[in-house]
C-alpha cells in the first residue's frame, strides 16, 4: 500500500505563488517505477488533471489553463513530487490532489490512478 501527503497549500492573493509537495510511503514504495500527478476539485465541480510526469520525470503534461504558470517535477530520492504554481488566478481555487500509479506514465486521467492523497486546500483571493 502507498500512502501520500500532500502540504504547501494555503490562502494567496491573485499573482502570487505555491509550492505544493506530495511525499509518498509505504512498504516497497518506489516512486522511480510510479506515475504521479496533480489533480483538484473546486466545489461544485468535477475533479480535473491539473499535471502529470513520468516516473523518470522526462515527460510531462498540463492542462491548458495552466501552462506556462505550473511546474511539476519530481525527486525520487526522496519519493516526493511538487507543483510549483505561479502567478495564481482565483479560478485555480480548489482542492488539490496528488495521485499515484504503478506504471512509468503519467497519463491525465484519474481514472488510471491507483492511489491518491487526502488533498491540500488552495485559495486564491482577487
Known amino acids: 500500500q502507498v500512502q501520500l501527503v500532500e502540504s504547501g497549500g494555503g490562502l494567496v492573493q491573485a499573482g502570487g505563488s505555491l509550492r505544493l509537495s506530495c511525499a509518498a510511503s509505504g512498504r516497497s514504495v518506489s516512486t522511480f517505477v510510479m506515475g504521479m500527478g496533480w489533480f483538484r476539485q473546486a466545489p461544485g465541480k468535477e475533479r480535473e488533471f491539473v499535471a502529470t510526469?513520468?516516473?523518470?520525470?522526462?515527460?510531462?503534461s498540463y492542462v491548458d489553463s495552466v501552462k506556462g504558470r505550473f511546474i511539476i517535477s519530481r525527486d525520487n530520492y526522496k519519493n516526493t513530487v511538487y507543483l510549483q504554481m505561479n502567478s495564481l488566478k482565483p479560478e485555480d481555487t480548489a482542492l488539490y490532489y496528488c495521485?499515484?500509479?504503478?506504471?512509468?506514465?503519467?497519463?491525465?486521467?484519474?481514472?488510471?490512478?491507483?492511489?491518491w492523497g487526502q488533498g491540500t486546500q488552495v485559495t486564491v483571493s482577487s
Open positions: 495521485a499515484a500509479r504503478r506504471g512509468i506514465s503519467g497519463p491525465p486521467s484519474s481514472d488510471r490512478y491507483d492511489y
Open positions: 510526469i513520468s516516473s523518470g520525470g522526462q515527460t510531462t
